[in-house]
């Protein structure tokens, strides 16, 4: 998918979105994420441009600042 705008537990994000079998992979900014106050193994409602809300719960949240990489299922 790429670059876009995207609503992670409602609130909009600038993220990279990689699409792939069995999930979704996000990296956002790092302070996006410390915004955000969430954890792995919360769900969450993902709204993804021209697309449903699916709620999708977080796997594995790796951070290297300046960038946070989600692992969305």
Request: no cysteine; proline share 8%; aromatic share 6%.
């Amino acid at each position: 998918m790429g670059s876009a705008t995207i609503h992670l537990n409602g609130y909009p994000v600038e993220a990279f979105v990689l699409e792939r079998a069995g999930g979704v992979r996000v990296e956002v900014d790092h302070d996006d994420w410390v915004r955000l106050r969430l954890a792995e193994g919360r769900k969450v409602p993902l709204r993804l441009p021209g697309r449903a809300d699916p709620w999708v719960t977080i796997s594995r949240v790796t951070e290297i600042p300046p960038f946070a990489l989600l692992e969305l299922r």
